[in-house]
DNA sequence: GTAATTTATTTCAAACTTAAAACATTTAGG
DNA sequence: CCTAAATGTTTTAAGTTTGAAATAAATTAC
């Protein structure tokens, strides 16, 4: 055996890549299971609902739906249903665009902002425990790893 | 300014550490979409019924529905949709547990086993493909601090 | 200017997801 | 035994998610 020692060679890669694969996604969704059984008993939330706030948080002057999609990286469909209940709820509103009636915008309310302050604060604070285990100067690095990583990954997408 | 290095340090680390959540986060939702997106295309399914098969193929004499959503660390209720869709399709099927007329093994279907080699070997490319960035000897390193990590979170969560 | 295309959003059907309630069965304690 | 607690699974209600179709409005091309 081992007659093709590059094919082999290739194989270790894949699997090495593969079995790193399956570990970001274990550790990805133990956090997130986490952070949302903890947005639901102490602020009776959902992550969605948070992830749609801290977008808005980061625009005062408000977002199309199609931005915040985009920004998301949900579908549309899927930001207009979140959207509605956030505005129920009266923590968002959504606002006409001048000069574009097919668009609109959204907004956090006053009492949306103050609400997504709150829970922002808190989530920061779970995150932080739950990566204590790396120093901020190992959190930097594999940050900045994971940066060039998604740009790889965003121009081959663009690709098509 | 700055009159408390020690606290504007630690703000620091948190900083630091939410940065590398949001983009593991970022990095995640993407290569999920990818393979979501060509699951779909490729092979008319999805990562969810992947994710089943992919567990039920590591133990051929079956699983029970508890230790399916226990690997899987999904909901119970979940694990019973998804597994009711490929049971319909022929590619699970349960089977009676003896001495326990609660319980449920499933299993893969001769079909359901030929079917997840193919889409498994797929998988496996476009993953080595995402990740062709990562040399071999990276994707070992960091596969062995996310699984430090992981275990780290699991211990927190068993204190509860 | 009107028709065709593009853009922005919503609606829809199907699947996924969760937590909690319901159900069935088994195990343990008297 | 037989009842109470524990275990294994499904059902339910509500929300999330997608991709595709529908709607509406703006832009482009005759």
Known sequence: MNTQPELRLAEQGSKQRLRLWLRLLAVTRKIEAELRERMRTEFDSTLPR?????????HDQGLRMSAL?????????NVTGIVDRLAEDGLVMRVPVAGDRRATLVRLTARGAEVFARQ????????DAMLAELSPEEARS?????????????????ME
């Open 50 to 58: 948070f992830d749609v706030m801290a977008a808005l948080s980061r």
């Open 69 to 77: 999609s985009g920004v998301l990286r949900v579908s549309n469909g």
């Open 120 to 127: 922002a604060a808190e989530h920061e604070a779970w995150i």
């Open 142 to 158: 594999y940050a900045a790893r994971l940066r060039t990583l998604a740009q790889k990954l965003d121009d081959k997408g663009a």
